[in-house]
């Protein structure tokens, strides 16, 4: 009798990077860098928005680009059975990362 190994990572908040979920918790944390980076970039273009220092056609384009960005995110974590949660990794003392 086979038994399955599963390689999702564990719902601790730490990413882990044992022998047989190695694929699985670099995948975890390359989206949780992206992730970090998508939303650092989501909040500089509100606050360029806010500051009215772009036109209607930047905002349109910035718009769009930002909701392609987290298509494309929700895609990946599909792919690799990650949730929001599995991104949010915890970093000690400093608390949860996002």
């Known amino acids: 009798m086979s038994q399955k190994l599963d390689h999702r990572p564990q719902k601790s908040g730490r990413i882990s990077l044992d022998e047989q979920g190695a694929e699985q918790g670099l995948a975890q944390l390359v989206l949780t860098v992206i992730e970090l980076l998508r939303q650092l970039v989501e909040r500089q273009a509100l606050r360029r928005v806010d500051g009215g220092t772009l036109t209607e056609e930047e905002i349109e384009r910035l718009g769009v680009a930002l909701m392609n960005l987290e298509v494309k995110m ?20 400093l608390g949860n990362l996002l």
């Open 74 to 93: 929700d895609e990946l974590k599909e792919i690799f059975d990650l949730d929001d949660e599995d991104l949010n990794i915890d970093l000690g003392p």
